[in-house]
């Protein structure tokens, strides 16, 4: 290599470190999985590379949201929560529902979680990032995803589609937290 192109390699570098900081300073710094707009996009299987928080089971069909329900985060957020007893900035909770498989086995009758039927997803904001998006509010980004179109977020708005319920839990950040024995 010359010394010419020694030159144009430690300028390109520089380039991409000042750029990579700039473009860092915003949404994206924030997390992989909101657009600078407060686009919340769908963060895929997180069974294999998450961490289990809790399940709960809604077993009456006639209930809007029969299933099995499982919930995600990642291990970091938990570790965040047991220092601090609050959700740090980014953490994502993913809730599956899933359909109620049974049959009679050997431990007598037994339901398991079967085909994934929907995604809810939250996302901390602990500084009210986009108050003008519909999706997010109350120190949280809300979202409802379909697996027949995994990345449309089919909620028309968190003050409609999830509050009601939520504020059931709103003494502890709206989060259902007695169900997730690793936040206990
Ligand atoms: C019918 C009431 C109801 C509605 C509507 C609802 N939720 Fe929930 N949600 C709950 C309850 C209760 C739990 C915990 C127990 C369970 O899953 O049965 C929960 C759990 C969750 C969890 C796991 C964290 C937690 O709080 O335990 C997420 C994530 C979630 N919901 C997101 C949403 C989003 C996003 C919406 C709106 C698009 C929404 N939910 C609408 C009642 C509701």
């Known amino acids: 290599m010359n010394s010419t192109h020694k030159l144009i390699m430690v300028l390109s570098i520089a380039l991409t470190l000042v750029l990579g900081s700039l473009s860092g300073a915003g949404a994206e710094d924030f997390s992989d999985f909101v657009d600078e707009k407060g686009k919340i996009s769908n963060p895929g299987d997180v069974r294999t590379a998450w961490s289990h928080l809790g399940s709960w089971i809604v077993p009456r069909k006639s209930d809007d949201q029969y299933g099995f329900h499982d919930v995600y985060t990642r ?20 809730r599956e529902i899933r359909n109620v498989d049974s049959a009679s086995l050997p431990t007598g009758k037994t339901f398991w979680a079967g085909v994934l039927q929907s995604r809810f997803v939250m996302v901390k904001d602990q500084q ?57």
């Open 128 to 184: 009210g990032r986009f108050p003008d998006n519909p999706h997010w509010g109350d120190g949280w980004g809300w979202a409802h995803f379909e697996p027949e179109n995994p990345e449309v977020n089919v909620s028309q708005g968190y003050k409609q589609d999830c509050l009601d319920c939520h504020v059931s839990a709103r003494g502890t950040d709206y989060v259902n937290v007695r169900g997730y024995p690793p936040l206990r």
């Open 75 to 94: 291990q970091s957020t938990i570790e965040a929560y047991q220092k601090t007893g609050q959700f740090p900035d980014g953490a994502m909770l993913i």
